[in-house]
């Protein structure tokens, strides 16, 4: 007997989601906030926390985060909300939700992974549309997919990981106009970005606006939210696990929202961090660093394995893009860390090319 002859080929031929071990080294590899809770907050926090009824399943539909939510990032009255345990869930939903037989997915890619590994859990088609080499939109070819497919949904991440620009609004526009189902436009970077489409969130039919508080600095608590037309948020609530955001990650969340100041400056840190960090690569002998509005950096360099293993025999764990998708050769992906992790970088980084 062996389980892989019970699961479903494409998932018995998956490898699972890795992690890399970071212990020991300056961990920017996954896009998360270097800057810990000061520690008062820390303390008030755990206060907080200690008072959670945990003996109690949490609110179910987590009605006063949702609330707090709306007003901390100016979400529109028109718009309903759905909480999930990171944004990560909030696609598995969307794939559930909309995996009608012969259902399918369009994206850009390369993109978010969970998209495609989420399309094909719920047995939805991926189709995945190239972007250009400079890592611009498409915009041809992906509404020229949109037609041929007519997809139930189209993921477009704003600013895109792994890549890091914002695609140009008017794009997302003529994406929106040409979809005839849903359109997630995912936000997961927003704190490090010019733009966004929340403005239209519940008022455009089409619109599903992904967040999530992990890269605001909240990695840990998994909280994600969807903002949308109340007629596909409920659609995606009837799939939604019940209680699928625990008590202290509500509890967490309520306490944070009350202090976005700190995250908000820590967020402005790292965005001046993401430009001197993005001008002192760019001088670097065969080095292209992309544009970001997230808090990473895209760089091609001459030899990416190369530059991986001796930044990670410095001390330094980055994310290696090579070799996930051929628009990603010799890439790799510096997560914007502390000033001092970044000097660490910087030093390091001329011995590692
Ligand atoms: N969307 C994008 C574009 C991401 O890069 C990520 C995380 N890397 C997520 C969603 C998922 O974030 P989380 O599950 O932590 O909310």
């Given at each position: 007997?062996n389980?892989?002859?019970?699961?479903?080929?494409?998932?018995?031929?998956?490898?699972?989601?890795?992690?890399?071990?970071?212990?020991?080294l300056?961990?920017?590899d996954a896009m998360?906030n270097p800057?810990?809770?000061?520690?008062?907050?820390?303390?008030e926090?755990?206060?907080r926390?200690?008072?959670?009824?945990?003996n109690?399943y949490?609110?179910?539909?987590g009605g006063?985060?949702k609330?707090?939510?709306?007003?901390a990032?100016?979400?529109?009255a028109?718009?309903?909300?759905?909480l999930?345990n990171?944004s990560?869930?909030?696609?598995?939903?969307?794939c559930?939700?909309?995996?009608r037989?012969?259902?399918k997915v369009v994206a850009?890619?390369?993109?978010?992974?969970?998209?495609?590994?989420?399309?094909?859990?719920?047995?939805?088609?991926?189709?995945?549309?190239?972007?250009k080499?400079?890592?611009?939109l498409?915009?041809d070819?992906?509404?020229a997919a949109?037609?041929?497919?007519?997809p139930?949904?189209?993921?477009?991440?704003?600013?895109n990981?792994?890549?890091?620009?914002?695609?140009?609004?008017?794009?997302?526009?003529?994406?929106?106009?040409?979809a005839?189902?849903?359109v997630?436009?995912?936000?997961?970077?927003?704190?490090?970005?010019s733009?966004?489409?929340?403005?239209?969130?519940g008022?455009?039919?089409?619109l599903?606006v992904?967040?999530?508080?992990s890269k605001?600095g909240l990695?840990?608590?998994r909280?994600?939210y969807?903002?949308?037309p109340?007629?596909?948020?409920?659609e995606?609530d009837?799939?939604?696990?019940?209680?699928n955001?625990?008590?202290?990650t509500q509890?967490?969340?309520?306490?944070?929202?009350d202090?976005?100041?700190v995250?908000?400056?820590?967020?402005a840190?790292?965005?001046?961090?993401?430009?001197?960090?993005q001008?002192?690569l760019?001088?670097l002998p065969?080095?292209?660093v992309f544009?970001?509005e997230?808090?990473?950096?895209?760089?091609?360099?001459?030899?990416?394995?190369?530059?991986?293993?001796a930044?990670?025999a410095?001390?330094i764990?980055i994310k290696?893009?090579?070799g996930s998708?051929?628009?990603l050769?010799d890439?790799?992906?510096?997560?914007?860390g502390?000033?001092?992790?970044?000097?660490?970088?910087?030093?390091?980084?001329?011995?590692?090319?």
């Amino acid at each position: 007997m062996n389980a892989r002859d019970w699961v479903r080929p494409e998932i018995a031929e998956l490898a699972a989601y890795h992690v890399a071990d970071a212990s020991g080294l300056i961990k920017l590899d996954a896009m998360e906030n270097p800057f810990p809770l000061p520690a008062d907050l820390q303390a008030e926090l755990g206060q907080r926390l200690a008072q959670a009824a945990l003996n109690r399943y949490p609110d179910p539909q987590g009605g006063g985060l949702k609330e707090k939510l709306k007003s901390a990032f100016a979400i529109p009255a028109a718009a309903s909300v759905i909480l999930g345990n990171g944004s990560d869930e909030l696609i598995t939903l969307i794939c559930q939700a909309l995996a009608r037989p012969g259902a399918k997915v369009v994206a850009a890619e390369p993109s978010f992974v969970m998209y495609k590994l989420n399309a094909v859990f719920s047995k939805l088609a991926y189709v995945g549309v190239p972007l250009k080499a400079d890592f611009s939109l498409d915009l041809d070819a992906i509404l020229a997919a949109i037609a041929a497919e007519q997809p139930a949904v189209v993921f477009l991440a704003y600013p895109n990981n792994p890549t890091g620009p914002l695609y140009q609004r008017a794009e997302l526009e003529a994406i929106l106009a040409a979809a005839p189902g849903m359109v997630v436009v995912d936000e997961a970077y927003t704190a490090f970005a010019s733009d966004s489409f929340m403005g239209l969130a519940g008022s455009h039919p089409k619109l599903v606006v992904m967040r999530t508080l992990s890269k605001l600095g909240l990695a840990g608590i998994r909280l994600g939210y969807a903002a949308g037309p109340a007629h596909w948020i409920n659609e995606l609530d009837k799939v939604r696990p019940p209680y699928n955001v625990n008590v202290l990650t509500q509890a967490a969340a309520l306490f944070a929202l009350d202090h976005l100041a700190v995250f908000d400056q820590q967020a402005a840190l790292l965005r001046s961090e993401r430009s001197r960090v993005q001008r002192a690569l760019a001088v670097l002998p065969g080095v292209t660093v992309f544009p970001s509005e997230a808090n990473f950096l895209t760089a091609r360099v001459p030899d990416a394995d190369k530059t991986f293993a001796a930044l990670k025999a410095a001390g330094i764990l980055i994310k290696r893009l090579h070799g996930s998708h051929p628009l990603l050769e010799d890439c790799l992906r510096f997560t914007i860390g502390s000033p001092a992790e970044n000097d660490a970088v910087l030093a390091a980084l001329p011995n590692c090319l």
